[in-house]
């Protein structure tokens, strides 16, 4: 007997108990039972590996009708302190609320509904919402030891990062914990949830983990760094602590109570890509990119599957594309490419170049082959453009700004759209290198972050012309700077490279060059 049936054989019998009490004996019990026995009870199967899983961070789900929902409920009744569930928008909650009071604790007795709180004898249930993007920033300095998330696609990444942030309890013992409930994403807005939990959830992974199998995590300036255990770590001189992940898939298969209704027939009858989504919890089916997304994502994910390490061959460093930071949890990037190969970006963190002097440096640690070195030239990226230049390199300053660059310049597709600024025509002349039927064939190094980077600009058409979003708001809205996107679009400008180097031989006159030539 599984300790689900147990429990319920406990509560059958108990039920009949009662009905031989007087009314001051039924008080007596009742207060006995809701201090003794646990108001929710997880079904046999994933539900309760769920429920017992010593992850930090578990995410619980894929497919529809697996007590997703019922699973956060039920920790926050029973096994935490204070606990607050999320959904993304306010009115998803009532479903939720209703559940909680109505079917499980079956009374709105110690219910306040202007706070959205429920109290209990040691335990304190919140909702929370994050409706638009900065909500989240009300819920700051809230401590809970339960931070529950229902549809965990439906939230930013930035969201989610910035809340679990806040996961903690004053009392002695109490376990804390992160688990988020949801369904395969369906829209590109919830795409990262497959890179936060690539082990599992991603097939292109090269360490696949197991349902249910822990892998250990620190974040270290806004970056996810997957460690060998559990065993802290020295950052910065000081010990680190991580944070163990994993995911248990779900099925209406395992949910009797649904079986029984006919849902699984429902799922069934659903159209593809839905039906994959919903019924099989398949997280590689139908994800719709944004109709605004500038990058396509099937185009960068055949770039990168064109990709071989010996892709290079003998062709000589062409371009570089480079991305300061000076401190912060930016990170400072160069990427080479070598004519429509593009090498493994490499990085540093934004501390490690705090002026121009190191930036130049780390740049130049990687340049080979008189390659032009195109340099965003905001904040610390012009004084890193001054030290390159000094030493003889040739490089491009990248003003995104810049609106006499595009004069003239139209798309390729229709060759109307023009461009409002230099930033909107270097991204959409990769969007257009990317291309699978006109394009350049290029070859992109398999990177999850590098393909999330690459995948997170927005566009809009304007009367000026094409406009694509600032960084600044790429940044704030999903949670970081798309680093390694930037330098490797940069290393897609195309520039002949011309003039000599002092100290390099036979190379005193410019070269007519073109990149994608065989």
Same mark, same amino acid.
């Given at each position: 007997m599984t300790q689900a049936q147990s429990h319920i054989e406990i509560l059958n019998r108990m039920e009949g108990l009662m009905a031989t009490l007087t009314l001051a004996e039924q008080v007596e019990m009742d207060k006995g039972l809701f201090e003794e026995t646990p108001l929710w009870v997880p079904l046999p199967g994933p539900q309760t590996v769920a429920y017992n899983s010593p992850a930090d961070i578990l995410f619980y789900g894929g497919s529809a009708g697996g007590g997703k929902s019922d699973?956060?409920?039920?920790?926050?009744? $029973?096994?935490?302190d204070t606990s607050i569930i999320y959904r993304r928008q306010t009115t998803q909650l009532i479903a939720l609320q209703s559940r909680l009071l109505d079917e499980i604790v079956k009374s709105r007795k110690n219910w306040n509904g202007q706070d959205d709180i429920l109290r209990l004898p040691g335990h304190k249930i919140e909702f929370g919402s994050c409706n638009n993007t900065g909500?989240?920033?009300?819920?700051?300095?809230r401590p809970h030891s339960l931070k529950a998330f229902d549809e965990i696609t439906h939230f930013l990444e930035s969201q989610f990062r910035f809340l679990v942030g806040w996961m903690r309890s !004053? *009392? &002695?013992?109490?376990?804390?914990? &992160?688990? =988020?409930?949801? $369904?395969?994403?369906?829209?590109?807005?919830?795409?990262?949830? +497959?890179?936060?939990? @690539?082990?599992?959830?991603d097939d292109k992974?090269? $360490?696949?983990?197991?349902?249910?199998? /822990?892998?250990?995590? !620190?974040? +270290?300036?806004?970056?996810d760094i997957e460690c060998k255990d559990g065993t802290p770590i020295v950052v910065d001189g000081d010990l680190v602590q991580p944070m163990s992940r994993t995911f248990i898939p779900s099925s209406v298969k395992d949910n009797p109570f649904l079986l029984r209704t006919g849902y699984a027939s429902t799922l069934q009858a659903l159209p593809e890509p839905l039906?994959?989504?919903?019924? /099989?919890?398949?997280?590689?089916?139908?994800v719709q990119d944004s109709a605004w997304q500038v990058m396509p994502t099937a185009w960068v994910e055949a770039a990168m599957d064109r990709w071989t390490p010996d892709g290079r061959k003998d062709r000589p460093m062409d371009s570089v594309g480079v991305d300061v930071a000076r401190g912060g949890t930016d990170y400072t990037v160069v990427a080479p490419r070598h004519g429509c190969w593009y090498a493994k970006v490499e990085k540093i963190e934004g501390k490690q170049t705090p002026n121009g002097s190191t930036? @130049?440096?780390? *740049?130049?640690?990687?340049?080979?082959?008189? =390659?032009?070195?195109?340099?965003? =030239?905001?904040?610390?990226?012009?004084? !890193? +453009?001054?030290? /390159?230049?000094s030493a003889g390199l040739q490089v491009d300053a990248v003003v995104g700004?810049? !609106?006499?660059?595009?004069?003239?310049?139209?798309?390729? =597709?229709?060759?109307?759209l023009k461009f409002r600024n230099r930033r909107a025509m270097i991204h959409w002349r990769f969007r257009e290198s990317l291309d699978p039927v006109t394009g350049d064939n290029i070859a992109l190094p398999p990177?999850?972050?590098?393909?999330?980077?690459?995948?997170?600009?927005?566009?809009?058409?304007?009367?000026?012309?094409?406009?694509?979003?600032?960084?600044?708001? +790429?940044?704030?809205r999903i949670g970081r700077s798309p680093d390694k996107g930037d330098a490797v679009i940069y290393a897609g400008i195309v520039t002949p490279k011309r003039g000599s180097i002092p100290g390099a031989k036979n190379v005193t006159q410019a070269e007519e060059w073109d990149p994608f030539s065989e």
């Open positions: 699973l956060l409920l039920g920790l926050a009744c $029973n096994e935490h909500d989240e920033q009300k819920y700051q300095g !004053t *009392v &002695v013992g109490q376990r804390q914990r &992160v688990v =988020a409930a949801g $369904n395969p994403p369906t829209t590109d807005e919830g795409r990262w949830v +497959i890179q936060y939990w @690539a082990p599992w959830l992974h090269p $360490n696949p983990a197991l349902p249910g199998e /822990l892998r250990w995590f !620190t974040t +270290i300036e806004g970056k039906r994959s989504q919903m019924l /099989l919890g398949d997280f590689k089916a139908g930036a @130049a440096g780390f *740049v130049v640690a990687h340049l080979r082959d008189r =390659a032009v070195v195109h340099v965003d =030239a905001l904040g610390i990226g012009g004084e !890193t +453009i001054g030290h /390159l230049e700004y810049d !609106t006499k660059l595009v004069e003239g310049q139209h798309d390729k =597709a229709t060759h109307k990177d999850p972050e590098l393909k999330s980077d690459l995948c997170s600009t927005q566009w809009k058409l304007t009367p000026g012309g094409i406009l694509c979003e600032e960084k600044a708001e +790429i940044k704030k």
